[in-house]
Nanobody, 126 residues
Framework: QVQLVESGGGLVQAGDSLRLSCAAS????????MGWFRQAPGKEREIVAT????????YYADSVKGRFTISRDNAKNTVYLQINSLKPEDTAVYYC???????????????????WGQGTQVTVSS
């Protein structure tokens, strides 16, 4: 089992920046990749970014390229999501997810991930 705890969300203004964190515990040695998803009200959960845990290879959804940066600290078992130039349409619950074995790169589907955090709310006011 892998436990994931997100933090760093909040209420911000358009143009601000945020850094979300996701701390992993448990059988973290089995982690193959980590991902961030988001779910806006009334919408489906969508991929934001993923990172290969060992190589650091990254993937970004087209909608966030250039503004979002995913990174990881292997020593702290933590993955980060830096969000710059926040927009009201970034308002969502952001979820961290862990994949314990590879199923092709990049993993972008909900079914590709095996463990999930509880989510952290990001609200962007205009």
């Amino acid at each position: 089992q892998v436990q994931l705890v997100e933090s760093g969300g909040g209420l911000v203004q358009a143009g601000d920046s945020l850094r979300l964190s996701c701390a992993a515990s448990g059988r973290t040695f089995s982690t193959y990749a980590m991902g961030w998803f988001r779910q806006a009200p009334g919408k489906e959960r969508e991929i934001v970014a993923t990172i290969n845990w060992s190589s650091g290879r990254t993937y970004y959804a087209d909608s966030v390229k250039g503004r979002f940066t995913i990174s990881r600290d292997n020593a702290k078992n933590t993955v980060y999501l830096q969000i710059n130039s926040l927009k009201p349409e970034d308002t969502a619950v952001y979820y961290c997810a862990a994949q314990t074995y590879g199923s092709g790169w990049p993993p972008t589907e909900i079914r590709d991930f095996h463990f999930w955090g509880q989510g952290t709310q990001v609200t962007v006011s205009s």
